[in-house]
């Protein structure tokens, strides 16, 4: 029984881990289409691209001030287990700068392009659904998106919804008031919102209950209701 416990937790984290990387992954090559980025990280993207700075770090320094923010409006209900979204973020830029450095590629034709921010939003997804599913430490935007939703009792969706609709905004602002254009926002960012969603219900309804299966939270979930009924 033990050992089949540890075998659960292996393949959890291991599949969380492989998903951090493929999302890494992703949201690299999705900066490369030229078609605009996703909507969290158009902040940062566009913060590097104005100032010239490193993209990895502002990543960094933005899903830091999201964890923060979570902080805040949580209030009484945080859960200090969520400041490892911080040393999250840290890891996450490093692979981001890593695959940056790797894919140096720039298409000029806009069906390479297209096609680029397909294959992104493919990969997106499929990191994002992994590292989600695992419900180990969650990705900051994500974090802050489900902070928001509980605190307007709208769930996660809205509060997706709502965090990607800040992030364009702010974005837009930032670009406005530093270049005199927008800075990011393309029509790939809205390809990617509508995307990437339906990317990983497709890829959960695929392989979601193996991976659960796999990784024990089909029994995880079970000691979850139950100590809610209790």
Not at 44 to 63: D, E, Q, R
Not at 69 to 76: C, D, L, P, S, Y
Request: glycine letters at 8%.
């Amino acid at each position: 029984m033990e050992n089949s416990k540890n075998n659960c937790w292996f393949y959890r984290i291991l599949i969380y881990s492989i998903g951090l990387v493929v999302l890494s992954i992703g949201i690299t090559l999705n900066t490369k289409s030229g078609l605009g980025v996703s909507p969290i990280i158009s902040i940062p993207f566009s913060i590097s691209s104005i100032f010239n700075l490193n993209f990895a770090t502002m990543t960094f320094v933005v899903y830091t001030m999201f964890v923060i923010i979570q902080f805040i409006i949580k209030g009484k209900n945080r859960q200090w287990i969520d400041i490892l979204q911080i040393p999250f973020s840290l890891l996450f830029s490093v692979l981001i700068n890593f695959f940056n450095g790797i894919f140096q590629f720039n298409y000029t034709t806009l069906w390479q392009n297209l096609l680029l921010l397909l294959v992104a939003i493919i990969v997106t997804s499929i990191g994002a659904a992994m590292t989600v599913n695992m419900k180990l430490v969650p990705n900051p935007a994500d974090g802050l998106a489900q902070a928001v939703g509980d605190l307007l009792n709208k769930g996660l969706g809205f509060g997706k919804n709502t965090i990607d609709l800040f992030s364009v905004a702010t974005t837009c602002g930032i670009g406005l008031l530093f270049t005199g254009n927008v800075v990011a926002i393309v029509l790939g960012t809205l390809i990617a919102m509508i995307g990437v969603g339906r990317c990983i219900a497709l890829f959960n309804f695929v392989f979601k209950k193996k991976m659960d299966e796999v990784s024990g939270l089909v029994n995880y979930e079970v000691e979850v209701e139950v100590a809610q009924t209790n």
